[in-house]
């Protein structure tokens, strides 16, 4: 008998085992940076109140214009002022026998100005304007000082009536010599150069109304 074939065995080739792969490490993600708070903006500012509005006046209606004045007639000037009576003259008992009246002694221009009694002025009762007639002796000696600086004037004024007090005569023998004052210091006499003494009742020499002027050594 024919020998039998062997039979092949073939052997089963083993399945290769699935690997299992490990997966991929995971990336790492950085941690983004904390965000910074930002302050939260200020309130917005509250608009101010707008101001009241003062209530308006209405104007009051004009005046009526005032009625047109009537132009007046011009007054008549104002009569010019009656001039003062002239002073009466003092009744003085004279003895007998005509005498000469007292009047403002005059020095003559070229006289020497020298210490002593330089003149009289004779005033009325209740006069105090320089008298006119007293101007031109007044003048020479206020010419006369000119050229004498080591001299000065002393003016004596007095006031006597009847009934004039003790005060108001003084201040009318004031008067007086500030009259004599003022008519040398226009005509070149400095003020510091004079003095007055208002004496008003005090003499008993004639006559009671009179400014004595007088030249002393400074």
Known sequence: ????PKKRVVQAKPKPMPVKTAPPPKAEVAAAPPKKM?????????APEPAPVAAVEE????APPPPAEIPKAPEPPAPAPEPAPAPEPKTVDAPAGPQPTEQAALPAATADIKPGRATRIEFGTNETKLPESAKESLKAIADGLKDKSDLRLQLLAY???????TSKARRMSLSRALSVRSFLIENGVRSTRIDIRALGTK????????????IAQR
């Open 59 to 62: 104007a009051p209606p004009p």
């Open 203 to 214: 003499t008993d020499e004639k006559p009671l109304n009179r400014v004595d002027v007088d």
């Open 1 to 4: 008998m024919p020998a039998k």
């Open 38 to 46: 930002e302050p939260a903006p200020p309130p917005p500012a509250e």
């Open 159 to 165: 006031a006597g009536s009847e009934g004039l007090t």
